[in-house]
């Protein structure tokens, strides 16, 4: 059975960190660019990275988490994990991971498009005092 569970959600305080995973069953996520997705409670949801299928690193960021969030792909674990640091209340959802065939198809689900192929069922991230 294809899966793809997300993990490492939770309680944090405002400037706090968290790392979410997104790990890959019944099937290997080496050929897939990967994205994380959020979608707070009464929004729509929000493309918030991507990462590419290889290993040359090549990554997208919305402008939102620039420069305080990470992906990172571990391929041998099929895992991919998202770094997050200095939250605020405004980080507050629930995450998903998906896959695409392309980065290109990622990085235009994050803006909006449909082409993501696999998701999971998501995690929920609180960033509260």
């Known amino acids: 059975q294809v899966q793809l569970v997300e993990s490492g959600g939770g309680l944090v305080q405002p400037g706090g960190s968290l790392r979410l995973s997104c790990a890959a069953s019944g099937f290997s996520l080496d050929y897939y660019a990967i994205g994380w997705f959020r979608q707070a409670p009464g929004k729509e949801r929000e493309g918030v990275a991507c990462i590419i299928s290889n290993s040359d690193g090549g990554t997208y960021y919305a402008d939102s988490v620039k420069g305080r969030f990470t992906i990172s792909r571990d391929n041998a674990k099929d895992t991919v994990y998202l770094q997050m640091n200095s939250l605020t209340p405004e980080d507050t959802a629930v995450y998903y991971c998906?896959?695409?065939?392309?980065?290109?198809?990622?990085?235009?689900?994050?803006?909006?498009?449909?082409?993501?192929?696999?998701w999971g069922k998501g995690t929920l991230v609180t960033v509260s005092s």
């Open positions: 998906a896959t695409s065939m392309t980065f290109r198809i990622c990085v235009l689900a994050t803006k909006g498009s449909n082409g993501m192929e696999y």
